[in-house]
């Protein structure tokens, strides 16, 4: 497979690369996905699903993601297990160094995603799922009518304490300022959805064994602690897009996502990018799937025109 050059190449196995493969294969072209673990991307990791369309009942993410993945295989396009490590948008066709070799492709579609910052706490992975969760437009149905906690202070942080309290029985907004970042508006927001505010105030531990059953708080000036019993804890700091690859070879913002507008193009020609990767306003899994779709199309126009030049 190495040796061949694929009209498309898509890097990363999640909702955006196997939809932008799906799409891609049904115009006739030679999509091949090269993913270093498993299909579904950070969906794999996400027990139940509940607000993708089409699945009345909950769908565990991991399966999802491979229900994505034999959609796209069924019409042709290839999947490869290999850890991308580099890339040549200069070259003609443009080259993709990985593990297993290089592969080359006409395009390249880029979904390598985003990953929720966490705060580094003992046994944040473990629970993760178990009531830690950095979503809470994905989770929070499951804490309906219980207590929940938001860690951070920007607007999304803000949005999720917001979100949350229109389902929850109680919920606590810790930052560690004494003004939140987010938009001045959110504050009153807030006050008025009856959110508590710890001010100069950071999670020092997670507490529960199976299950988070609350946090330990610790005051920043003082270094006084307390334990507020709560049944999930959402950590909304922000995302790291996986963009460490692509630095320098395309348009990055200042929070280091690619610049790419709804039509998914990129600062460099025959290079597009989708889902949680680029810069957008929601980043979930339907929004990721339709970035595919509307890659595949871009990149079918741009092969289009090389092809009739």
């Not at 993709?96 to 880029?110: K, M, Q």
């Not at 988070?212 to 700091?237: H, K, M, Q, W, Y």
């Not at 980043?283 to 871009?298: E, L, N, P, S």
């Amino acid at each position: 497979m190495k040796d061949r050059i694929y009209d498309i190449l898509v890097i990363g196995g999640g909702p955006a690369g196997y939809t932008a493969a799906l799409y891609g294969v049904r115009s006739g072209f030679s999509v091949a996905v090269l993913e270093k673990l498993s299909p579904g991307g950070q969906m794999a990791a996400t027990g139940e699903i509940e607000n993708y369309p089409g699945f009345p009942d909950p769908v565990d993410g991991f399966e999802l993601g491979e229900r994505m993945q034999a959609g796209a295989e069924r019409f042709g396009a290839e999947t490869v297990y290999a850890d991308v490590q580099g890339f040549d948008f200069t070259a003609e066709p443009k080259k993709v160094l990985t593990s297993e070799g290089e592969f080359l492709g006409r395009a390249i579609i880029l979904c390598m995603g985003a990953s929720a910052r966490q705060l580094g706490l003992p046994r944040e992975t473990e629970l993760t799922g178990r009531g830690v969760a950095y979503c809470a437009h994905c989770d929070g149905q499951f804490y309906k009518d219980k207590c929940a906690v938001v860690n951070g202070g920007g607007n999304s942080a803000a949005g999720d304490a917001l979100y949350l309290a229109r389902i929850c029985r109680e919920v606590h907004l810790v930052h560690r300022r004494d003004t939140l970042r987010a938009a001045p508006l959110y504050l009153r927001r807030l006050k008025e959805a009856g959110v508590r505010i710890h001010w100069n105030t950071a999670i020092a531990a997670i507490e529960g064994e199976k299950k988070v059953s609350g946090v330990r708080l610790r005051n920043v000036l003082t270094g006084a602690t307390e334990e507020l019993p709560c049944d999930a804890l959402f950590i909304s700091i922000g995302r790291k897009p996986e963009t460490e690859l692509v630095a320098g070879k395309v348009a990055l913002d200042g929070a280091g996502y690619i610049v790419a507008g709804e039509d998914t193009k990129t600062s460099v020609p025959g290079v597009f990018a989708a889902g949680d990767i680029r810069t957008k306003a929601l980043r979930q899994i339907i929004t990721a799937a339709a970035d595919g779709a509307c890659a595949a199309h871009a990149a079918e126009l741009w092969l289009a025109d090389r092809a009739g030049a």
